[in-house]
């Protein structure tokens, strides 16, 4: 893997988490804990490198859509829009482009 897109990919990974707590406290403080827990959890069940239930390409690569769209859907409902798309062009870009190395 090149640094550059593991570091893009791993810093998209981050922002998702930030995003998914923002939009949580916006709504109710427990949910800036539940959101980015359940994103959590499905990450490291079916998308992390070390999963024990990993998934195949490209079912693999739609969870990982769904859930970088998710949560730049989020970000946007709290009035960040251009963020919440920003978010999301550069995680889907980040995850396709990691499959291509």
């Known amino acids: 893997m090149r640094p550059g897109v593991s570091a ?3 810093a998209t990974e981050v922002a998702a988490l930030a995003a998914l707590a923002v939009a949580g406290l916006a709504i109710a403080w427990p ?3 539940a959101l980015p827990a359940a ?3 499905v990450w490291g069940w079916w998308v992390a490198p070390k999963a ?3 998934l195949a390409d490209p079912s693999r690569l739609a969870v990982e859509i769904v859930l970088f769209v998710a949560a730049g ?3 946007a409902a709290t009035g ?3 963020l919440g798309l920003l978010l999301t062009a550069v995680a889907v870009a980040a ?3 990691i499959r291509r190395e």
Do not use: E, K, T
């Open 8 to 10: 893009v990919r791993f």
């Open 52 to 54: 024990r239930s990993r």
């Open 95 to 97: 995850a396709i482009a």
């Open 31 to 33: 949910l800036a804990l």
């Open 39 to 41: 994103f959590a959890f």
């Open 73 to 75: 859907g989020a970000l």
């Open 80 to 82: 960040s829009v251009p």
